[in-house]
């Protein structure tokens, strides 16, 4: 129950269209609920304006399944990150109207009511075409929080002259997610053209240098640029809830 939804519930009550039994009767749902297995936070989407998401590695496709199918039925949306192939095909068949997304490995269900707009555009940029996993699922993440994200792709600094020619994108942008493996370079790159809060996302992408994409991580937090935040290896979906937050709070 998203906090829009309680606020006309109340404002209902106040000009008399609703009877009081009945809002109490909706807000009377238990705010967890547990199963064998899992205990899920029916509230989150009241104090942080969308659900509990489900991480999907590490749970059996029937756990995310059970999980998923209880969320959806509040109406409020739902998004689950890091879904193998199996548990994708079984929400598939379990949720109508389910989005599934095999690059970014999630599954989006929209809200009923659809969540207020944030501020301007979050571009994602990726330094190369092997970073598009974590990117994608950075992307998806921000359509289900309801930002509008635009794209730029492969643009690292072995090719500096890319990035530069999507001047104007990055310009525009009220928030910039980078993407980067290997060396992890592009991030300070960006942070020094752009006036927009960026957010460096390190990926495993890489030669055994790389350290798995530690090098890339170590590289962004020591980034000479202001303004450069810096998320965990390959958590694209932090870096959009960061972003969202950033261009939510300024509505």
Do not use: W
């Amino acid at each position: 129950m998203k906090r829009e939804h309680v606020r006309d519930l109340l404002q209902r009550v106040a000009d008399g269209s609703l009877d009081p039994e009945h809002v109490l009767g909706q807000l009377s749902f238990e705010p967890a609920e547990s199963l064998s297995f899992a205990t899920i936070d029916h509230h989150r989407a009241l104090r942080q304006g969308f659900p509990e998401v489900i991480y999907g590695a590490g749970k059996t496709p029937e756990q995310v399944r059970d999980i998923a199918v209880r969320i959806a039925a509040r109406g409020d949306g739902l998004l689950v990150t890091r879904l193998d192939a199996d548990a994708a095909d079984l929400l598939g068949a379990s949720i109508p109207g389910l989005e599934l997304n095999a690059l970014a490995r999630t599954a989006h269900l929209a809200a009923a009511t659809p969540r207020p707009p944030g501020r301007g555009t979050v571009l994602v940029v990726t330094a190369g075409t092997s970073d598009l996993p974590v990117a994608e699922e950075a992307a998806v993440t921000l359509n289900a929080l309801g930002d509008c994200v635009a794209r730029v792709t492969d643009v690292g600094v072995a090719g500096i002259h890319r990035l530069l020619a999507r001047g104007e994108d990055l310009a525009r942008a009220a928030v910039v997610i980078v993407v980067a493996g290997m060396d992890g370079a592009l991030p300070s790159v960006v942070g020094g053209l752009v006036r927009a809060p960026v957010i460096a996302v390190p990926t495993s992408v890489g030669y055994g240098a790389s350290f798995h994409g530690l090098a890339a991580l170590l590289t962004m937090l020591n980034s000479c640029a202001a303004g450069v935040t810096v998320v965990n290896i390959d958590n694209g979906f932090g870096a959009a809830v960061a972003a969202s937050r950033i261009t939510h709070s300024t509505a």
